[in-house]
């Protein structure tokens, strides 16, 4: 398995105002994903995060919103910009392992935006 | 569109009762079908991945089954401590790894 550590845990955020969640592994990926978990809904991908490049946003998500930062084979950020109470979710970092044979999950960080 | 649809979206059961909990999925190129669990606040837990039509994976009381269509899930004598919020989820062979979920189903287990 993979040991996956997000901070912060939660946080409590003014409108306007941006966070940046710290996704840490425990052992090299080439692949680290970014989700959201929104109020009793299941997850949907964010975007996909390969070190060395630029991360690849799925449909409905964008950089300027969704800024990535991939500097290393275990470590990661998203920050979610101009927040506003839309963007109030569980945020969750992930990885694959052996190809895409199994795949885990952090613990999440959940947004509350005010 | 990849799609994935899980049922029941809630069920309740007595500890003991067995049960299957359904993922159809319509999906281009199969690469991959995930089974978690997800507790209340947490992140999912990896259960298991199944690629192929026939295949089953089992761990405990779970048993997880592959056809083209659909997976399931069933549980075998469940316990209190199975309850919990079971997702689904495909990853496909359109290029990128990304995993497309179902909504779940939100299992209780009554003593």
């Known amino acids: 398995s993979a040991v996956i550590s997000q901070k912060p845990s939660r946080d409590i955020c003014q409108r306007g105002t941006s966070l940046t969640i710290q996704c840490q592994v425990d052992s090299q990926v080439t692949m680290m994903f970014w989700y959201r978990q929104q109020p009793g809904q299941s997850l949907t991908l964010i975007a996909t995060a390969n070190q060395g490049s630029e991360a690849t946003y799925e449909s409905g998500f964008v950089i300027d919103k969704f800024p990535i930062s991939r500097p290393n084979l275990t470590f990661s950020t998203l920050t979610v910009s101009n927040m506003s109470p839309e963007d109030s979710s569980i945020y969750l970092c992930?990885?694959?392992?052996?190809?895409?044979?199994?795949?885990?999950f952090g613990q999440g960080t959940r947004l509350t935006v005010v | 569109e990849d799609q994935v649809t899980q049922s029941p979206e809630a069920l309740r059961l007595q500890e003991g009762e067995s049960s299957s909990l359904n993922c159809s999925y319509t999906?281009?190129?199969?690469?991959?079908l995930f089974w978690y669990r997800q507790d209340p606040g947490k992140g999912p837990e990896f259960l298991f991945t199944?690629?192929?039509a026939g295949e089953e994976k089992e761990k405990e009381r779970l048993k997880a089954t592959l056809t083209k269509k659909e997976s399931f899930l069933h549980i075998t004598a469940p316990k209190p401590e199975d309850s919990a919020t079971y997702l689904c989820?495909?990853?496909?062979?359109?290029?990128?790894?990304?995993?497309?979920f179902g909504k779940g189903t939100h299992l209780i287990i009554q003593p």
């Open positions: 199944l690629y192929s």
């Open positions: 992930s990885v694959e392992r052996q190809g895409v044979s199994e795949a885990f």
């Open positions: 989820a495909v990853v496909t062979g359109g290029g990128a790894d990304g995993l497309t």
């Open positions: 999906v281009s190129g199969l690469r991959g």
